[in-house]
């Protein structure tokens, strides 16, 4: 990686693992990121860190053009010293501002063809308007009761419960642009079909990250130390809904929904030869729920890694080795052990993706599809060791027209190996 090279330790680091490091290192990352891009380094040693505030990363890294190293794994740790780590993380990549859910620029351009089942480079619209060579641009249909009583999945869905994010999603980079047939061309083909009935429709999202990479080290969180709580459902609020009614101060509140890593509204990113480790704690214990989490980004790779060993696995998605909820990814020669899923995939604009050569090992339950129709992803070498994969029709989730539903379509397992 080009670009300015900093090493932590002369920002303050303590690579002794005995003083608090955050704001040195994240000193360090905002240095590289005024710069415009570069390698920050931490040389081998323990590092401390924890979020500043509460629902919040220790680390964030939101510029592009960014390497984050370390000496090796089993050589560089990154130790995270907070119990409360309740919708946070670790390291967070994600940029300042982005959504897919709206035009950059307010402009959305109606299909005046429905998308076939078959895989097309070729979208047919109403008009082309600005849409130019180079533009990054979200096609997108609306989940409708018609789609919806395609599917077969009226009670488990409902068109009224966020229509428009559910829906069939693909984010795109346009090869071409013919004013005369107004038609564009895309780098990548679909994997579904979409309906102007179901107001399908294409807009600008240009990415507002890219070229993140993470690479060589272990990482993990201290335990929590209370005893009390750790139940399936013991991870909810006070209050008065059906998935509302626990009290906080449990040890599953503190850990719900915290991962280690994750990576957010970015492309063209990667995470190599990472693995979770003991982290100081007394039994075996990794991470305090979830490892990585991959939202809405596309074009990731994730290679030799390993986020085994959750200290709580209870419901409303927690202890995940992976969260898979993006696109057109590679993830390969990974393993996790112990999760209650190893990897999960979710919600429909997650496909595309490759596991190739993944050990599954000993999970709670199996790695699976896990709700809202993920299509089109490829499976391929997995090594199940007491685990099975599971796409199936979930009737979970939390009421009625919300439920989990069918969990993928057109996706193929293949050279699965089971031991035991």
Same mark, same amino acid.
């Given at each position: ?7 932590? %330790? ?13 704001? /040195?290192?994240?000193? /360090? ?8 891009? =570069? ?23 939101? *510029? ?15 130790? #995270?010293? /907070? ?17 897919? $859910? ?34 990054? %641009? ?12 395609? @599917?077969?999945?009226s009670g488990f869905w409902s068109a009224s419960v966020n229509p428009t994010t559910m829906g069939t999603t693909f984010y795109r980079q346009i090869t071409a642009v ?23 429709? %294409? ?8 070229? %993140? ?36 101060g449990t040890g599953a509140y503190d850990a719900n929904n915290a991962f280690l890593i994750k990576f957010a509204l970015n492309v063209n990113c990667f995470a190599k ?5 003991? /982290? ?16 809405? #980004? ?6 030799? #890694?390993?986020? &085994? ?5 209870? *419901?409303? *998605?927690?202890?995940?080795?992976? $969260? ?13 052990? &112990?999760?209650? @899923? ?23 339950? *199996? ?9 089109s992803n490829l499976i391929d070498n997995e090594e199940l060791n007491g685990d099975f994969v599971e796409s199936n029709v979930r009737p979970y989730g939390g009421t009625?027209? $919300?439920?989990?539903?069918?969990? &993928? ?8 190996? =089971?031991?035991?």
């Amino acid at each position: 990686m080009s670009g300015m090279y900093v090493n932590v %330790v002369n920002y303050g680091a303590d690579s002794t693992g005995a003083k608090d490091s955050t704001a /040195a290192i994240q000193n /360090a990352i905002n240095a590289v990121e005024a710069a415009g891009g =570069g390698t920050v380094y931490l040389p081998e040693g323990t590092y401390k860190v924890k979020p500043t505030t509460s629902n919040s990363a220790a680390l964030r890294i939101k *510029g592009s053009n960014i390497l984050f190293k370390g000496a090796g794994k089993g050589k560089t740790f990154i130790r #995270c010293y /907070a119990e409360n780590m309740r919708y946070s993380q670790v390291i967070n990549v994600s940029p300042n501002g982005g959504t897919w $859910n709206s035009a950059d620029d307010g402009n959305y351009y109606s299909l005046s063809q429905d998308i076939p089942k078959t895989p097309t480079n070729k979208i047919y619209l109403s008009n082309v308007g600005n849409l130019k060579v180079g533009d990054w %641009v979200i096609i997108r249909s609306d989940r409708t009761a018609a789609w919806i009583n395609e @599917h077969q999945m009226s009670g488990f869905w409902s068109a009224s419960v966020n229509p428009t994010t559910m829906g069939t999603t693909f984010y795109r980079q346009i090869t071409a642009v013919d004013k005369n047939s107004k038609t564009i061309t895309i780098d990548i083909p679909t994997r579904y079909y979409m309906k102007t009935r179901d107001n399908a429709r %294409v807009y600008k999202v240009t990415p507002k990250q890219q070229n %993140v990479g993470l690479t060589d080290f272990s990482i993990g969180n201290k335990a929590n130390s209370k005893t009390n709580g750790w139940g399936e459902e013991d991870y909810k609020t006070s209050g008065w809904g059906e998935e509302d009614y626990k009290t906080s101060g449990t040890g599953a509140y503190d850990a719900n929904n915290a991962f280690l890593i994750k990576f957010a509204l970015n492309v063209n990113c990667f995470a190599k030869n990472i693995s979770t480790y003991q /982290a100081g704690n007394a039994s075996q214990i990794h991470m305090i729920s979830n490892g990585l989490d991959l939202s809405q #980004c596309r074009s990731i790779t994730i290679d030799s #890694c390993d986020f &085994s060993h959750p200290q709580y696995e209870g *419901g409303g *998605g927690n202890g995940y080795g992976m $969260n898979v909820c993006s696109q057109e990814a590679l993830i390969k020669n990974c393993s996790s052990t &112990s999760a209650r @899923h190893s990897f999960s995939f979710k919600y429909a604009y997650t496909s595309g993706n490759v596991i190739y050569h993944y050990t599954s090992t000993n999970p709670k339950y *199996g790695s699976d599809f896990h709700m809202y129709l993920s299509m089109s992803n490829l499976i391929d070498n997995e090594e199940l060791n007491g685990d099975f994969v599971e796409s199936n029709v979930r009737p979970y989730g939390g009421t009625a027209g $919300n439920r989990h539903g069918y969990t &993928s379509t057109e996706t193929v397992f293949w050279n699965t190996k =089971g031991n035991y």
